[in-house]
Nanobody, 124 residues
Framework: QLQASGGGLVQAGGSLRLSCAAS????????VAWFRQAPGKEREFVTAIFRGGSSIHYAESAKGRFAMSRDNAKNTVNLQMNSLKPEDTAVYYC???????????????????WGQGTQVTVSS
């Protein structure tokens, strides 16, 4: 089970830190990703950290502004979002999969565990 938190309202240029907490003792064996969905748009990939934390992948829109990390001891992953823009406004979801392969990291259909989503609103 995944629980996302940390969303809120922030002005453009500000920062937010999202967290995704997981239950279970094998969290380190899961690949975890963040997706987001803005009103009227399809869900899109933001970032993913491969199981074991060996590699992190970012969407072009997130590179240089967002940073993902994981704390296996606490069963959490975090998404630090800096220099936020109004176009970052969306519901952010964390997702996890134990079996996903590298080539499918950016496909939401490849993840079988989802958190409930947390709203991020960036005002101009």
């Amino acid at each position: 089970q995944l629980q996302a938190s940390g969303g809120g309202l922030v002005q453009a240029g500000g920062s937010l830190r999202l967290s995704c907490a997981a239950s279970g003792r094998t969290f380190r064996t899961y690949t975890v990703a963040w997706f987001r969905q803005a009103p009227g748009k399809e869900r899109e990939f933001v970032t993913a950290i491969f199981r074991g934390g060996s590699s992190i992948h970012y969407a072009e829109s997130a590179k240089g502004r967002f940073a993902m990390s994981r704390d296996n001891a606490k069963n959490t992953v975090n998404l630090q979002m800096n220099s936020l823009k109004p176009e970052d406004t969306a519901v952010y979801y964390c997702a996890a999969s134990r079996t996903i392969i590298m080539s499918s990291l950016r496909r939401d259909q490849a993840y079988d565990h989802w958190g409930q989503g947390t709203q991020v609103t960036v005002s101009s």
